[in-house]
C-alpha cells in the first residue's frame, strides 16, 4: 500500500514506492524508481504517531490527523498540530481542515494582506481552504485527469493566487477530484520546509517542517526544499505519478512554466528569486523623502505583526516578545511595537548569554556575568534607552544564561532541528535562538531602575552618554546588578517573537559590504546584496524556524514584509547607507536616522557584532564551518573564557 502522509504547525508528507523522481540522470532514475516502487510500504498509523509527536511542541493547541484513500494501492496520511494565533480567541480551527467536497488543507501561516475575503477575526486556514478550493473551481475545462496540460493550468491558477498572498506560509493541499497533491512554501521562504529521501533507492520521499526519518533503519538524507514555486504530485496519471515544480510568475520563461522537478527534493536549477521587485535597484539617484517612507513602510510592517493577536491582553503578562541583543535592529523594532500595543500591556525583551560550566558560572554573581557578555551589556543599555523613551511602558528583560551543561542537555535536540544543516556556526546560532525562544530566564522589571553600563564591550561611535542616560548609570554596580533592580525568575509566555532578520541583507549591515563598496562601488554592493537576500531562504529561514517554533511560539520578521522589502529594493544606495563614514555610523544609515528620530541616539551609533560572538557562545578559534555532531566535545567548540 502506497502512503502519503502530511503535518501541520508546519506541514508536510511522506510518499513511499509511487513517485517516480526525475533525477539529472533521468533514465538510471526513471529505472531504479521503478523497480523500487514495487515493494515500498509504510504503516501509515506509525508514521502518523511519529510526526504527531515530532510536530507536536510547534503546535500546542490541538494535534490530530485523517487518512485520504487515495486509490486501492495509497493512502495520504495527514496530520497536524495547531499553534491558534489569528481568529476569534477560544476558538481553534482543528486542522487538516477538510470541506465539503474532499479537499484537504493543512496551513502553516500568516494571511498579512492580499486576499480579501479574510476579514477581522477571520481564521487564516479557512479562509485559505475556500481559496484553494475556489481557484480550481474555476478550471471549468473537462480536464479533471492529470494530463500534463491540465496539470501546468491549474499550477499556474495556484501560483497566480499565492502570489497575492502577503505572509509566511507552507501549505499541503489535496484536491479530491483531479487526485493531486501541492505543496510549497512562500516566496521568501519564511516558514520551513525540508525534503528527505531515501538514499538507497530514493524510492520514499518525505517534506516536512522538521527533518523527519519517516520510516524506521531507512537511511535518510535531508534538504531545505526550495522556494522557487508550488510542487504537485497527480496521482491520477496513466504512468507513475510525477513531483512537477511550478515557478512563480517571476521565474518562468516563455517555454517553462510547469516542469519535471530535477531532483524534486532539491532548488531548482539557480538560487530561488525572491519576488519581483520589478527593475534594478537605483544607486546614487536623490530621494528627498526616502526617510519618511522608509519610516512609515517599517512602521505598517511591525504594526501588522502585533496587532491581532488572539491572547487576551493584560498589563501583567506580555503578547509580544523581541529577541533582543541591544543591538539597533531589534531596539528599533521595540520602539515600534511601542506605538501599536495598548499602552499597560508590557514587552518582553529576551536576552541570551553563554556563562560557561555549570561550577563556575555558578558561583558568578549577576553583576559579573553582565560585565562580561557583550550583548548582555548592550540590552541592558538599550532597555535603559527605552525606558527613558516611554516611561509608562513595562520592559521586562529576560536575562537568560546558558551553561555548558545546559548545552550538552539541548545538543541533540537542536541538531535534530536544524537538520540539513550541520555547522558549527548553524549550531551555535541555532541554540541562541532554542533558548530565547523558550524565554526562561530572570525577568528585570525596567520601571525598577535598570542601571546603565559603561563599558568597552559597548561599541558606540564616537558618542558621549546622553545626559538622560547618565541619570540611570550605576556607580557601583551590586551583586543583584543594581540597587533597586527587581528580579523574578520566569517563562515568558508571549506567542509571538519578533526577529530583526533582513535588515542586515538589505541595509548593508556586515562587515563585507563595507569592504565590497569601498573597493568596487556602490554597482557591486547592490550585487552583493541581492545575492544575500536570494540565499535568505537556504542560509537563516528554514532553520530558525524550526529552531524557534519548537517552543510553540510564532517568529515574524517586520523587515521581510512584502511592501517593506519592495520599498527598499526601490531606494536609492546612497539613502540607505553610506560607506565612506566610519562603523557605527555609514552602515544601515537609514535605520540609524530612524533610530534617532525615536529617540534612540545612543543605541543609534552602536557597531554591528554577530549575534554568535555577542553572547560569548562561539569559540573563535574553531572555523564556522567545521561540520558538528553528537560525538564532538563541547567543551573544544564554545567560547573559552569561563572553561
Known amino acids: 500500500v502506497h502512503s502519503v502522509v502530511h503535518v501541520m504547525c508546519g506541514v508536510g508528507f511522506a510518499v513511499g514506492g509511487c513517485v517516480k523522481w526525475r533525477d539529472r540522470d533521468d533514465a538510471a532514475s526513471s529505472q531504479q524508481s521503478a523497480s523500487s516502487s514495487q515493494s515500498c510500504t509504510l504503516d501509515c498509523e506509525a508514521v502518523a504517531a511519529k510526526l504527531e509527536a515530532a510536530l507536536a511542541n510547534r503546535g500546542p493547541d490541538w494535534v490530530g490527523s485523517c487518512v485520504v484513500n487515495v486509490d486501492s494501492a495509497t493512502r495520504l496520511v495527514i496530520a497536524a498540530s495547531v499553534l491558534h494565533l489569528r481568529g476569534q480567541a477560544g476558538r481553534v480551527v482543528r486542522q487538516p481542515l477538510e470541506d465539503g467536497g474532499g479537499n484537504v488543507l493543512a496551513w502553516n ?13 477571520d481564521n487564516d486556514t479557512e479562509c485559505m481552504s475556500a481559496e484553494f478550493a475556489a481557484v480550481f473551481a474555476e478550471q471549468k475545462d473537462d480536464d479533471k485527469n492529470a494530463s500534463v496540460e491540465g496539470i501546468a493550468r491549474r499550477g499556474q491558477a495556484l501560483v497566480d493566487m499565492l502570489e497575492r498572498v502577503q505572509g509566511p506560509f507552507a501549505f499541503v493541499y489535496w484536491h ?4 493531486t497533491l501541492w505543496y510549497g512554501r512562500d516566496r521568501v521562504g519564511r516558514r520551513s520546509l525540508v525534503a528527505s529521501v531515501a538514499r538507497d533507492s530514493r524510492s520514499t520521499l518525505a517534506v516536512c517542517s522538521v527533518a523527519c526519518d519517516v520510516v524506521e533503519d531507512v537511511d535518510m538524507e535531508h534538504h531545505e526544499l526550495s522556494n522557487s514555486g508550488v510542487f504537485s504530485i497527480a496521482f ?5 505519478p510525477t513531483v512537477r515544480h511550478h515557478l512563480w510568475s517571476h521565474r518562468q520563461s516563455k517555454t517553462n512554466r510547469c516542469g519535471v522537478s530535477h531532483p524534486a527534493y532539491l532548488p531548482g536549477v539557480d538560487e530561488a528569486l ?4 520589478t527593475g534594478e535597484r537605483v544607486i546614487k539617484a536623490s530621494d528627498d523623502d526616502a526617510d519618511e517612507r522608509f519610516f512609515a513602510a517599517l512602521s505598517q510592517s511591525v504594526k501588522t505583526r502585533v496587532t491581532n493577536i488572539c491572547q487576551p491582553s493584560c498589563a501583567e503578562t506580555a503578547r509580544v516578545g523581541i529577541l533582543f541583543s541591544g543591538g539597533i535592529d531589534c531596539a528599533v523594532l521595540a520602539a515600534l511595537a511601542h506605538r501599536h ?4 500591556e508590557p514587552i518582553d525583551l529576551i536576552n541570551v548569554a553563554f556563562v560557561g560550566t555549570g561550577v563556575g558560572a555558578a558561583q558568578r554573581t ?19 534607552e527605552l525606558q527613558r523613551m516611554a516611561p509608562d511602558r513595562r520592559w521586562n528583560l529576560i536575562e537568560i544564561n546558558v551553561r555548558l551543561s545546559d548545552l550538552e542537555a539541548a545538543r541533540e535536540r537542536v541538531l535534530g532541528l536544524i537538520r540539513p544543516a550541520a555547522t558549527v556556526m548553524d549550531f551555535n546560532i541555532a541554540s541562541i535562538m532554542w533558548f530565547a525562544s523558550r524565554a526562561a530566564g530572570g525577568r528585570v522589571f525596567s520601571g525598577d531602575s535598570l542601571q546603565f553600563i559603561e563599558s568597552q564591550l559597548c561599541r558606540y561611535h564616537g558618542q558621549q552618554v546622553p545626559a538622560q542616560v547618565q541619570e540611570h548609570k550605576a556607580d557601583t554596580a551590586t551583586d ?11 517563562v515568558s509566555v508571549s506567542r509571538v517573537l519578533l526577529v530583526g532578520i533582513g535588515a542586515d541583507e538589505q541595509l548593508a549591515g556586515y562587515g563585507r559590504h563595507r569592504t565590497v563598496a569601498n573597493r568596487f562601488g556602490h554597482a ?5 546584496l541581492e545575492k544575500d537576500m536570494k540565499r535568505l531562504w537556504r542560509r537563516n529561514l528554514g532553520r530558525d524556524d524550526r529552531v524557534l517554533a519548537d517552543a510553540g511560539r510564532e517568529v515574524r520578521h517586520p523587515f521581510l514584509d512584502e511592501e517593506f522589502m519592495r520599498l527598499v529594493a526601490h531606494l536609492p544606495l546612497s539613502s540607505i547607507c553610506d560607506m565612506s563614514q566610519p562603523p557605527g555610523v555609514g552602515e544601515k544609515a537609514i535605520l540609524r536616522r530612524m533610530a534617532r528620530k525615536l529617540g534612540l541616539p545612543l543605541t543609534s551609533t552602536l557597531q554591528k557584532r554577530a549575534i554568535q560572538f555577542g553572547t560569548r557562545i562561539a569559540n573563535k578559534k574553531v572555523p564556522g564551518t567545521v561540520t558538528m555532531d553528537n560525538k564532538v566535545d563541547l567543551r573544544g567548540m564554545v567560547n573559552q573564557q569561563f572553561l
Open 236 to 240: 491520477g496519471e496513466a504512468e507513475q
Open 480 to 490: 543583584d546588578g543594581g540597587p533597586s533592580e527587581r528580579i523574578v525568575e520566569s
Open 366 to 384: 549577576r553583576a559579573d556575568i553582565n560585565m562580561r557578555i557583550p550583548d548582555r551589556v548592550t540590552a541592558i543599555n538599550t532597555c535603559v
Open 109 to 121: 501561516g500568516e494571511v498579512f494582506a492580499g486576499v480579501e475575503a479574510l476579514g477581522d477575526g
Open 524 to 528: 557591486a554592493l547592490a550585487r552583493e
Open 341 to 344: 500595543l495598548p499602552k499597560q
Open 176 to 179: 479530491e477530484a483531479t487526485r
Open 274 to 277: 525572491l519576488f519581483e521587485l
